[in-house]
């Protein structure tokens, strides 16, 4: 651990308090000429301008940039590195614009006590939100640096430029910026416009650099917070209830407290866990105490086998999603269908883990949260101390991909934490913990109607779902899974339908992307949470994307056209124009021949309706005698806008179809009425090498001098609805309800062909 | 009590229950932080460590059985310094996401390539069917053998940096 991870290091506030130096009177806007062309911006407010990326919430450049008396740079994001690569990304961005080499930045992530707060990394926003701020605050830092240089030099600032880490005149002058950077005050508000770096220009950006990560992660480095060993810490672990509302009658605690190396054994209310020397200690007690534990449960699950019925008969709100208040006309034929998504699982592959130090009434938590500063504020709650008590400082941990244990695995150390003042504590989650405990990715139902005219175009579209929030994150109290079991129990914040342009439960369901005459979507907003449920990658997206390209693949066939000329046809967008031809192209659409047991499947959707930009052909291999399916071979194209490390978008795209590919055609959620059944990986299996496809190609369509756009989620939706496309084609039947296991394959090849 | 392990060539002492899981061992009282703690069922490859040259789920094996043995984490691969061909390899390919999952598939490949560098695709598939990555590096990964196998070949070793 660095100085910066050490309780009682170098903070935010004495980091600020470092400065003091000349403030420069410059303006920024009258000097820039050029700016990005950014994503639709939030709202702006009426007293405050709006800035580019997460310099809009923290808008003074040295909470993003601190360059010492040295020159030596450090970057600071709120964003957390999940595996995404923003590790390696944003520094890109500052070196890039005050043009240093990758290597002279250093980068500080998330944590309460030093870094802005961006809220959550999630969204696929990392690069929109922190990318931005960074890159911009940068290019602004640059020209201050510049600024300077020529008060010193005496020259006209025109004729200077920065280079390498210096300020370099026409003249040959020359300046490092440890030799102006002590006269620049950089506690000043961002502008609104920055001079950035023509694409043309760029030397860090725009090329595939190697992440930072991966040489320590691949020898045995300290990479994960699995991995920290502070002096004197201690080993925790919880006892779970068997099921999300019982209630802890007795368990034999004074049997369990002798047990070699056990320091504590802790119960308040329903809530059991234990202290222990060792690890292999603690598994045990923790083992002992479950076995002795004696609770009431109750039955309150849905029926699994009646899922989609069940989902539907809950109470719901409706809101109106899309509804362009133009009736349908010349409707002659219509696809009507109903779509089904399962409850899904984060499914990390190492369970959730913390650390927690309480020393001095301050309790530290490294976590690998997706959000420090909501984590800290329920932490907080939780602990009934105020919010400067709790310090969040992101450590790594296993791939989340969503809200998984991980902000429960922090509440349960910091809980543990106040039982051993002084001394760390490491909770670690069992599997069958983070499996049974994790807020799942919820089941939903959506049912679509597309009319074609009779030109056998897309002239009318409806479209409902049925769905929970996906979002149940941290904070308040409530969001923590032990708070429920305390004596003094805190309560779930109660859910609330929420429509905004970035979509949640209703995630892409607004079909923006084709240009249709009627359209109208409702979503019927299920309140009750019967299986817990949050944000897994891409929330709606995942299942609306899976049941509207399924649909516009199913209308395709009823207009007798090309899947891919019938999306063309209907497409606006040029940069959706694009990402399709680059997929089909490079697929060899055109030229695909069909075979036995083969089938070839396509799909598009701009994530969020204005994140990245995907299409997906792919082709799929159906075994007729076993039902199983296999993704033979996939071809994407997709738009990122401007390209900061073309590896990292390929290697997010490769991540994110292999996951839903995963999700599409493995995985459901089990329980009974009582209990989460799905509690290891052989009663919730996942994709192995087996069903791993031949090949994954990714064309990245270049966008010089766009905005970012994100990447991490764009592939979930898209990539489910080619298999299915690939499917029908490959059986003649289309399957509706997923995952689309062999025995559904097999039912619905066993079935009379449709009229 | 006490048990001797021989890791990455080297006598080390341990303090612990025999029943203790050789992952535990490695990772608490010998500090290495290439096995990871996945599923403790044996149902992930997390946990993969070489074991007299076999790929083993270390969470399983208690370390009662142990002695006497010659134990291979990633660690005994190389280091950042000086990597190993199947680390070489894995960085050349930029074969991670969170990496979580790595280093024990790092082990059952480096297993597979010593008894045969020239392992073939449909080869090294099945040898990583016990294996599971929920970042979807999965391509990556089979690139990074496939690169390792001919860095081993080009070596004449088998494998160590």
Same mark, same amino acid.
């Given at each position: 651990?660095?100085?910066?991870?050490?309780?009682? =290091?170098?903070?935010?506030?004495?980091?600020?308090?470092?400065?003091?130096?000349?403030?420069?009177?410059?303006?920024?806007?009258?000097?820039?000429?050029?700016?990005?062309?950014?994503?639709?911006?939030?709202?702006?407010?009426?007293?405050?301008?709006?800035?580019?990326?997460?310099?809009?919430?923290?808008?003074?450049?040295? #909470?993003?940039?601190?360059?010492?008396?040295?020159?030596?740079?450090?970057?600071?994001?709120?964003?957390?590195?999940?595996?995404?690569?923003?590790?390696?990304?944003?520094?890109?961005?500052?070196?890039?614009?005050?043009?240093?080499?990758?290597?002279?930045?250093?980068?500080?992530?998330?944590?309460?006590?030093?870094?802005?707060?961006?809220?959550?990394?999630?969204?696929?926003?990392?690069?929109?939100? #922190?990318?931005?701020?960074?890159?911009?605050?940068?290019?602004?830092?640059?020209?201050?640096?510049?600024?300077?240089?020529?008060?010193?030099?005496?020259?006209?600032?025109?004729?200077?430029?920065?280079?390498?880490?210096?300020?370099?005149?026409?003249?040959?002058?020359?300046?490092?910026?440890?030799?102006?950077?002590?006269?620049?005050?950089?506690?000043?508000?961002?502008?609104?416009?920055?001079?950035?770096?023509?694409?043309?220009?760029?030397?860090?950006?725009?090329?595939?650099?190697?992440?930072?990560?991966?040489?320590?992660?691949?020898?045995?480095?300290?990479?994960?917070?699995?991995?920290?060993?502070?002096?004197?810490?201690?080993?925790?672990?919880?006892?779970?209830?068997?099921?999300?509302?019982?209630?802890?009658?007795?368990?034999?605690?004074?049997?369990?407290?002798?047990?070699?190396?056990?320091? @504590?054994?802790?119960?308040?209310?329903?809530?059991?866990?234990?202290?222990? &020397?060792?690890?292999?200690?603690?598994?045990?007690?923790?083992?002992?105490?479950?076995?002795?534990?004696?609770?009431?449960? @109750?039955?309150?699950?849905?029926?699994?086998?009646?899922?989609?019925?069940?989902?539907? #008969?809950?109470?719901?709100?409706?809101?109106?999603?899309?509804?362009?208040?133009?009736?349908?006309?010349?409707?002659?034929?219509?696809?009507?269908?109903?779509?089904?998504?399962?409850?899904?699982?984060?499914?990390?592959?190492?369970?959730?883990?913390?650390?927690?130090?309480?020393?001095? =009434?301050?309790?530290?938590?490294?976590?690998?949260?997706?959000?420090?500063?909501?984590?800290?504020? +329920?932490?907080?709650?939780?602990?009934?101390?105020?919010?400067?008590?709790?310090?969040?400082?992101?450590?790594?941990?296993?791939?989340?991909?969503?809200?998984?244990?991980?902000?429960?695995?922090?509440?349960?150390?910091?809980?543990?934490?106040?039982?051993?003042?002084? @001394?760390?504590?490491?909770?670690?989650?069992?599997?069958? *913990?983070?499996?049974?405990?994790?807020?799942?990715?919820?089941?939903?139902?959506?049912?679509?109607?597309?009319?074609?005219?009779?030109?056998?175009?897309?002239?009318?579209?409806?479209?409902?779902?049925?769905?929970?929030?996906? =979002?149940?994150?941290?904070?308040?109290?409530?969001?923590?899974?032990?708070?429920?079991?305390?004596?003094?129990?805190?309560?779930?914040?109660?859910?609330?339908?929420?429509?905004?342009?970035?979509?949640?439960?209703?995630?892409?369901?607004?079909?923006?992307?084709?240009?249709?005459?009627?359209?109208?979507?409702?979503?019927?907003?299920?309140?009750?949470?019967?299986?817990? *449920?949050?944000?897994?990658?891409?929330?709606?997206?995942?299942?609306?994307?899976?049941?509207? &390209?399924?649909?516009?693949?199913?209308?395709?066939?009823?207009?007798?056209?090309?899947?891919?000329?019938?999306?063309?046809?209907?497409?606006?967008?040029?940069?959706?124009?694009?990402?399709?031809?680059?997929?089909?192209?490079?697929?060899?659409?055109?030229?695909?021949?069909?075979?036995?047991?083969?089938?070839?499947?396509?799909?598009?959707?701009?994530?969020?309706?204005?994140?990245?930009?995907?299409?997906?052909?792919? &082709?799929?291999?159906?075994?007729?005698?076993?039902?199983?399916?296999?993704?033979?071979?996939?071809?994407?194209?997709?738009?990122?806008?401007?390209?900061?490390?073309?590896?990292?978008?390929?290697?997010?795209?490769?991540?994110?179809?292999?996951?839903?590919?995963?999700?599409?055609?493995?995985?459901?959620?089990?329980?009974?009425?009582?209990?989460?059944?799905?509690?290891?990986?052989?009663?919730?299996?996942?994709?192995?090498?087996?069903?791993?496809?031949?090949?994954?190609?990714?064309?990245?369509?270049?966008?010089?001098? *766009?905005?970012?756009?994100?990447?991490?989620?764009?592939?979930?939706?898209?990539?489910?609805?080619?298999? =299915?496309?690939?499917?029908?084609?490959?059986?003649?039947?289309?399957?509706?309800?997923?995952?689309?296991?062999?025995?559904?394959?097999?039912?619905?090849?066993?079935?009379?062909?449709? +009229? | $009590?006490?048990?001797?392990?021989?890791?990455?060539?080297?006598?080390?002492?341990?303090?612990?229950?025999?029943?203790?899981?050789?992952?535990?061992?490695?990772?608490?009282?010998?500090?290495?932080?290439?096995?990871?703690?996945?599923?403790?069922?044996?149902?992930?490859?997390?946990?993969?460590?070489?074991?007299?040259?076999?790929?083993?789920?270390?969470?399983?094996?208690?370390?009662?059985?142990?002695?006497?043995?010659?134990?291979?984490?990633?660690?005994?691969?190389?280091?950042?310094?000086?990597?190993?061909?199947?680390?070489?390899?894995?960085?050349?390919?930029?074969?991670?996401?969170?990496?979580?999952?790595?280093?024990?598939? $790092?082990?059952?490949?480096?297993?597979?390539?010593?008894?045969?560098?020239?392992?073939?695709?449909?080869?090294?598939?099945?040898?990583?069917?016990?294996?599971?990555?929920?970042?979807?590096?999965? $391509?990556?990964?089979?690139?990074?053998?496939?690169?390792?196998?001919?860095? $081993?070949?080009?070596?004449?070793?088998?494998?160590?940096?």
């Amino acid at each position: 651990m660095d100085d910066f991870k050490k309780p009682g =290091g170098i903070t935010r506030r004495n980091l600020l308090a470092g400065g003091g130096a000349l403030v420069v009177s410059f303006s920024l806007t009258q000097a820039f000429g050029q700016s990005e062309n950014p994503p639709p911006p939030p709202p702006p407010t009426a007293d405050k301008p709006t800035l580019p990326g997460a310099l809009n919430d923290d808008p003074f450049l040295d #909470s993003w940039i601190k360059i010492d008396g040295k020159g030596a740079i450090t970057v600071f994001t709120g964003k957390a590195e999940l595996g995404q690569g923003i590790k390696t990304s944003i520094p890109q961005c500052a070196a890039e614009e005050l043009d240093v080499p990758f290597d002279a930045i250093k980068l500080i992530t998330a944590d309460t006590f030093v870094t802005p707060n961006e809220g959550f990394t999630a969204g696929s926003m990392s690069m929109l939100n #922190s990318g931005t701020a960074v890159r911009n605050a940068a290019a602004q830092i640059r020209e201050l640096l510049i600024a300077q240089a020529a008060v010193k030099l005496g020259v006209d600032p025109a004729t200077l430029h920065a280079e390498d880490g210096h300020i370099v005149g026409a003249k040959g002058e020359k300046l490092a910026y440890a030799d102006v950077v002590g006269n620049i005050q950089l506690h000043v508000n961002a502008q609104p416009v920055s001079k950035l770096k023509a694409t043309k220009d760029f030397k860090v950006m725009g090329k595939a650099q190697p992440r930072v990560d991966i040489p320590g992660k691949v020898t045995g480095g300290q990479a994960f917070v699995q991995d920290m060993r502070p002096e004197g810490m201690l080993h925790g672990r919880v006892v779970r209830p068997p099921s999300y509302h019982a209630t802890l009658i007795d368990a034999d605690i004074a049997t369990v407290e002798k047990m070699p190396g056990v320091v @504590k054994v802790v119960r308040d209310g329903s809530y059991l866990g234990i202290i222990a &020397e060792q690890e292999w200690q603690a598994v045990k007690a923790m083992r002992a105490l479950a076995r002795s534990a004696k609770w009431n449960e @109750k039955a309150t699950l849905p029926d699994i086998n009646h899922l989609p019925e069940t989902l539907k #008969s809950l109470a719901v709100q409706d809101g109106v999603v899309a509804d362009n208040k133009t009736p349908a006309v010349g409707v002659v034929k219509t696809v009507d269908a109903t779509f089904t998504r399962p409850y899904q699982m984060h499914g990390s592959i190492g369970p959730s883990c913390a650390v927690g130090h309480l020393v001095d =009434g301050v309790t530290t938590v490294w976590t690998h949260t997706q959000g420090v500063y909501p984590d800290r504020d +329920a932490i907080a709650q939780l602990l009934g101390v105020d919010k400067p008590k709790v310090r969040c400082i992101h450590t790594e941990g296993s791939g989340c991909y969503g809200h998984n244990g991980a902000d429960d695995a922090a509440g349960d150390a910091a809980l543990l934490a106040q039982q051993v003042p002084g @001394k760390p504590v490491r909770v670690q989650f069992m599997r069958e *913990q983070e499996h049974a405990w994790d807020p799942f990715g919820p089941g939903m139902v959506t049912h679509i109607k597309i009319g074609l005219n009779a030109e056998n175009k897309m002239a009318a579209w409806d479209y409902e779902l049925w769905s929970n929030s996906h =979002g149940s994150r941290p904070g308040s109290a409530g969001a923590l899974v032990s708070s429920r079991y305390l004596s003094k129990p805190f309560p779930e914040d109660p859910q609330k339908l929420v429509i905004t342009p970035l979509g949640s439960g209703d995630r892409n369901a607004d079909p923006l992307g084709y240009d249709l005459p009627h359209k109208h979507v409702i979503w019927h907003f299920i309140k009750d949470q019967p299986v817990r *449920q949050s944000s897994m990658r891409a929330l709606g997206a995942y299942c609306n994307v899976f049941s509207m &390209e399924s649909a516009v693949g199913e209308a395709a066939i009823l207009a007798g056209a090309d899947q891919v000329e019938f999306r063309l046809s209907h497409v606006k967008d040029p940069r959706g124009i694009d990402v399709i031809n680059a997929a089909a192209k490079n697929f060899g659409w055109t030229d695909w021949k069909p075979a036995e047991g083969r089938g070839r499947g396509f799909a598009y959707a701009r994530y969020k309706n204005h994140a990245c930009y995907l299409a997906i052909a792919v &082709e799929i291999e159906v075994d007729k005698n076993t039902g199983k399916v296999r993704l033979v071979r996939a071809n994407v194209g997709i738009d990122s806008g401007e390209i900061v490390n073309p590896d990292g978008i390929k290697n997010q795209t490769e991540g994110g179809i292999i996951q839903s590919m995963s999700w599409t055609l493995f995985e459901a959620v089990q329980f009974d009425r009582t209990r989460i059944t799905s509690v290891d990986w052989q009663t919730y299996p996942i994709a192995r090498f087996g069903s791993i496809p031949d090949s994954i190609d990714i064309e990245i369509v270049p966008r010089p001098g *766009q905005g970012f756009l994100g990447t991490g989620e764009g592939a979930q939706g898209p990539t489910a609805a080619a298999i =299915g496309n690939a499917i029908r084609d490959a059986i003649g039947k289309r399957l509706y309800d997923l995952p689309l296991t062999p025995d559904k394959v097999l039912a619905a090849m066993a079935a009379p062909a449709a +009229a | $009590m006490s048990i001797t392990l021989n890791v990455n060539g080297q006598d080390q002492t341990v303090n612990a229950d025999p029943d203790t899981p050789l992952l535990y061992a490695l990772r608490n009282d010998l500090e290495l932080n290439g096995p990871k703690f996945g599923c403790g069922l044996g149902q992930c490859g997390a946990c993969t460590v070489i074991v007299d040259g076999k790929p083993i789920f270390s969470c399983l094996t208690p370390i009662a059985v142990l002695e006497g043995k010659k134990i291979r984490t990633v660690e005994g691969l190389g280091t950042v310094e000086k990597p190993g061909p199947m680390q070489q390899a894995f960085i050349e390919e930029q074969a991670a996401q969170c990496g979580y999952c790595i280093p024990g598939m $790092m082990m059952r490949a480096q297993a597979l390539l010593e008894k045969n560098p020239a392992a073939t695709e449909t080869q090294i598939r099945t040898a990583l069917e016990p294996n599971l990555c929920r970042c979807g590096t999965h $391509m990556r990964i089979l690139r990074a053998v496939k690169r390792a196998g001919e860095l $081993m070949q080009q070596a004449g070793t088998g494998g160590n940096a």
